[in-house]
């Protein structure tokens, strides 16, 4: 009985990658300059909706009471980095069916010194050219009834391109703020 009960994990797949509306007085882009009140730390934060599609092939509506996802950043010359993370709850999946919905992920990413950073460049270098960026990702699928016992990870990887212009901006701007006030600290070593 419990084979043939037992929850059958879902077909995922990625629809679209794409910027969040941000909330009225807020802002779905963020990004800090390296200055001396912050220690000279710089980086970015992006708000995403990920579209995802859901196929439940079990013979019954399979309740899960929490997804929670990490997002990391790691190519052949990148060490796997974390630079995201996002969570959903009470989400209801019918038998035989597909279904989407929004899971919204928080892309954030600061460092110490931005022009040394392999995983900052390679965010921006993708951006600024519109090449995809190679993402992995593991949601923690916490399925009702059963998660207190069994709670599976789903991996996998994907690739999107920036969903705006505007991230592509806030990113050369983290870089250019840094490189002028590197060139300013120098000369007002001078003064």
């Not at 969040?20 to 730390?41: V, W």
């Not at 060490?79 to 009470?90: L, Q």
Request: charged share 20%; aromatic share 10%; glycine share 6%.
């Amino acid at each position: 009985m419990v084979y043939i009960f037992w929850p059958k994990i879902p077909e995922v797949s990625i629809a679209s990658v794409v910027l969040s509306d941000a909330p009225e007085g807020s802002q779905s882009l963020r990004y800090e300059i390296p200055n001396s009140q912050n220690g000279n730390k710089g980086g970015v934060e992006i708000d995403l909706d990920i579209h995802v599609i859901v196929k439940n092939d079990n013979f019954y509506d399979l309740n899960v009471h929490n997804l929670d996802t990490r997002v990391y950043l790691q190519t052949e010359s990148l060490d796997k980095a974390e630079i995201g993370k996002g969570s959903s709850k009470d989400l209801k999946f019918p038998k035989h069916e597909t279904t989407e919905f929004v899971l919204p992920v928080t892309i954030g990413y600061y460092v110490e010194d931005i022009l040394t950073d392999n995983a900052l460049i390679y965010l921006l270098k993708s951006c600024s050219m519109q090449t995809p960026i190679k993402i992995k990702y593991e949601v923690d699928i916490g399925i009702s009834l059963i998660e207190k016992i069994y709670k599976p990870t789903y991996k996998g990887d994907q690739s999107f391109s920036c969903p705006v212009s505007d991230v592509a901006g806030g990113l050369t701007g983290v870089l250019l703020s840094d490189i002028y006030s590197n060139i300013s600290q120098y000369f007002s070593s001078f003064f």
